[in-house]
């Protein structure tokens, strides 16, 4: 069955620190995977996506993210934290080749950017 | 622009209450999905649309769950004969053509069945 996995309920980084959300999908055929973010009182947004090509794709805010076909990961990452990144992240797979249009994402990851 | 809106953003029922919850998507947007997110989960496919048509509800938990979009653009969930396990945050949420585009989220509705 297809599964989404973020193994972290709570990262906490320091300010100026790199930071890494973690993302481990299972599907069957070629996975389009995404980050959103949720801000409290707000809405989920979109972050980044990996379709096809290269396997680090860029998204907004300067987070990146890493496709990792052999060990089915999508790692989330970003150089340096701000303080305003603090918020719940959640990594989605679709599985394009099962011909649904179901999205499934994970329980979410709530980062702490400490100042 | 406008964003999608989603309407009420809050809805208390008495159990086995039918309710309604509206979807505005953005304009010109030929996707949309509903999601149910229970508390500290991520958000659950319930059902999608191309256009009015709707192309994959398997995520619909029970036949008391039914969405429509009749002309394209609005789109309206309906759950009939609420149950305290319904109560939830009901996104939905648009793309502007294929579902490989990035989605757009609406606040969401609030639904408390008591």
Known sequence: AQSVAQPEDQVNVAEGNPLTVKCTYSVSGNPYLFWYVQYPNRGLQFLLKYITGDNLVKGSYGFEAEFNKSQTSFHLKKPSALVSDSALYFCAVRDISKGTYKYIFGTGTRLKVLA | ?114
């Open chain 2, 1 to 114: 622009g406008a964003g999608v809106s989603q309407s009420p953003r809050y809805k208390v029922a008495k159990r086995g209450q039918d309710v309604a919850l509206r979807c505005d998507p953005i304009s010109g947007h030929v996707s949309l999905f509903w999601y149910q997110q229970a508390l500290g989960q991520g958000p659950e496919f319930l059902t999608y649309f191309q256009n009015e048509a709707q192309l994959d509800k398997s995520g619909l938990p029970s036949d008391r769950f039914f969405a429509e979009r009749p002309e394209g653009s609005v789109s309206t969930l309906k759950i009939q004969r609420t149950q305290q396990e319904d109560s939830a945050v009901y996104l939905c949420a648009s793309s502007s053509r294929d579902t490989t585009y990035e989605q757009y989220f609406g606040p969401g509705t609030r639904l408390t069945v008591t």
